[in-house]
């Protein structure tokens, strides 16, 4: 646009006015929306311009043009309704050096548009502007200054347990007094609760999201824009429940009152594309905030979904395959190569079924991979159900004995532990207290003059550097006396849960998830040839080792329930 085309051409502006948080630091007046609209109106009217439209981005960083005031002044520009573009100054059109440039040197010359910064005295009409593209620079450079002290604060923040997303997780509302401490929201917290339920006594992820969407439960993306009027991301705004939903929150250890944060960074500060981290970079933070899902019940989904992880890297089959999944899945495994056991139906001559379990690398791939570890499917159900009922009568007749007869497995070298980590912890903690009287001792003597500071500050110094060390290890062993304390409330859990198996005549799907841990099956073990099986019951129940032959019209049994390779109790 030339000189002349100016003074007879008229003028229709597009006065464009943008603020983000990180433009603010302290100037919030100066930089305001309102300021920048008043200053550039006033700059129009004084010259006699007419304005076309007036764009405005509040809230968004100049690092992206992705931005709805000025895509829509874009697409004025190329419509030709536009041939002025006012801004404040270069940094309100943008803070990406090379983006701004691709406007100011080519898009606005190319659509006739006349750029005016009124602060940073520039205009494309004039020739002394050789000073814009340093300007574009340091504009750059302030953004990503500004980005680096906001990735710092927020890694700051996270570390001290504060939580620092925009959106709470399913289940928990940002605390009214504090955004961010995180309090439970009950209504979302028993679906919560369901889910780590239902998928603990055996149901998949599948069926439990069938389940819900057939009831009409809302996801967290509609349940969280019905509470707050805002629409989730695209990344998790599904109408219905899925698999990989119910999965990722069972996953989440938030449930249990962690802070788990920095999963992700921008890869750049130009733009907003995020990239999962290392979990080695990600920040969790124990105790954090109120748990919903209790220690017993995390520990035993996590579990099930490693077993159904492993099962399915393992090609576990199932020969004659339906759509059933049998009551053993991701339980029962091979003890020798570690790979699952497939699930084989067969027919008999009666027309009854017939199941059998067999080593899935053997099954595939023949004898030179493994042996078949074959079981037959109804002797280790009854030998399983009858040992579970065995305990259960014993727990009927006296709960009390059985479950400090299951306790006592360790014997004397679990008293003699627990004698041992008391009088530990006793001492770390006398000698704490010691440190503390002594250190304040120290500061009365300098204060009095009867220590030299070169004395005190070294003295001073190997009393912190030990205090640190005692506390941390009375924490660590407080940890540990406290997870071994759990087991006695882990043996009563089952306890109660085998009760219920005193009225089966078969194991069902959710008693075996509940109950069993891991069934591993071993090849022939001595001169008898019958097959056995090894069992483990529970997070801290024993193993129990069972030898059966390979009908179901007879069978012999033998348990072994080891809580220490030293300390063994036999059961016939």
């Avoid at 200054?145 to 399913?170: E, H, L, N």
């Avoid at 907003?272 to 920040?283: E, F, G, H, M, S």
């Avoid at 220590?451 to 940890?479: C, W």
């Amino acid at each position: 646009m030339t000189k002349t085309q100016t003074a007879i051409m008229t003028i229709y502006v597009a006065i464009y006015l943008r603020l983000s948080r990180d433009d603010q630091n302290g100037n919030a007046e100066s930089m305001s929306i309102t300021h920048q609209r008043d200053m550039l109106m006033e700059y129009c009217e004084e010259r006699g311009w007419t304005v076309y439209d007036i764009y405005i981005d509040d809230g968004f960083s100049g690092t992206t043009f992705e931005r709805p005031g000025f895509q829509r002044m874009v697409e004025d520009i190329k419509s030709g309704c536009i041939n002025v573009v006012l801004t404040k100054d270069l940094s309100r059109l943008g803070r990406n050096y090379v983006m701004t440039g691709q406007y100011t040197d080519f898009f606005f010359p190319e659509h006739g548009v006349r750029y005016v910064a009124v602060n940073d005295s520039y205009d494309s009409d004039k020739e002394d502007n050789d000073i814009a593209p340093f300007k574009n620079i340091l504009n750059e450079m302030y953004a990503k200054d500004i980005s680096k002290k906001i990735r710092s604060v927020r890694q700051t923040s996270a570390k001290q347990g504060k939580f620092m997303g925009s959106k709470p997780p399913y289940g928990y509302i940002k605390s009214s007094e504090n955004k961010h401490q995180l309090e439970i929201d009950p209504p979302a917290a028993e679906i919560v609760k369901r889910l780590f339920r239902e998928f603990a006594a055996g149901d998949s992820g599948r069926n439990i999201a069938a389940t819900l969407n057939i009831e009409g439960v809302d996801t967290p993306a509609e349940y969280y824009y019905k509470q707050t009027g805002k629409r989730a991301t695209r990344s998790d705004s599904s109408p219905q429940w899925g698999s990989a939903t119910i999965m990722q929150l069972l996953k989440n250890q938030v449930y249990i009152g962690n802070m788990v944060q920095c999963k992700r960074k921008v890869s750049s500060f130009k733009t907003k594309k995020r990239l999962v981290t290392n979990p080695d970079a990600w920040v969790v933070m124990e105790d954090t905030h109120m748990a919903i899902i209790e220690p017993y019940t995390w520990e035993r989904v996590q579990k099930r979904m490693e077993k159904t992880k492993r099962a399915s890297s393992n090609n576990a089959i199932q020969a004659n395959s339906t759509d059933e999944v049998n009551l053993f899945s991701g339980i029962i495994r091979c003890a020798d190569c570690g790979a699952a056991m497939a699930f084989i139906r067969r027919e008999r001559k009666n027309g009854a079924d017939k199941i059998t379990y067999r080593c899935v690398r053997y099954n595939n791939n023949g004898k030179n991979t493994c042996s078949p570890h074959t079981i037959d499917g109804e002797v280790l159900e009854t030998v399983i159900l009858a040992d579970v009922q065995h305990h259960a009568k014993m727990a009927v007749k006296d709960e009390n004995k059985l479950l400090n007869r299951l306790l006592s497995f360790s014997g004397r070298e679990a008293g003699n532990k627990k004698a041992a980590q008391d009088k530990t912890l006793r001492d770390t903690t006398s000698r704490i207290r010691f440190i503390e009287d002594a250190s304040r001792k120290l500061f009365e003597e300098k204060i009095q003059g009867n220590v030299p500071d070169s004395i005190f500050k070294k003295l001073f110094a190997d009393y912190e550097k030990e205090l640190t060390e005692l506390e941390g290890q009375a924490a660590d062993l407080k940890r540990t006396m406290q997870d071994e304390a759990d087991g006695k409330a882990n043996v009563q859990k089952w306890i109660e849960l085998a009760k219920e198996c005193l009225s089966l005549d078969k194991l069902d799907r959710a008693m075996a998830y509940q109950l069993i841990d891991q069934v591993e099956i071993h090849e022939q073990e001595d001169e008898s040839g019958l097959p056995t099986f090894v069992l483990l019951t529970g997070a801290t129940m024993p193993w129990m080792w069972a030898k059966c032959e390979n009908t179901a019209a007879s069978f012999t049994r033998r348990a072994i329930c080891l809580f220490a390779p030293t300390c063994i109790f036999r059961s016939f």
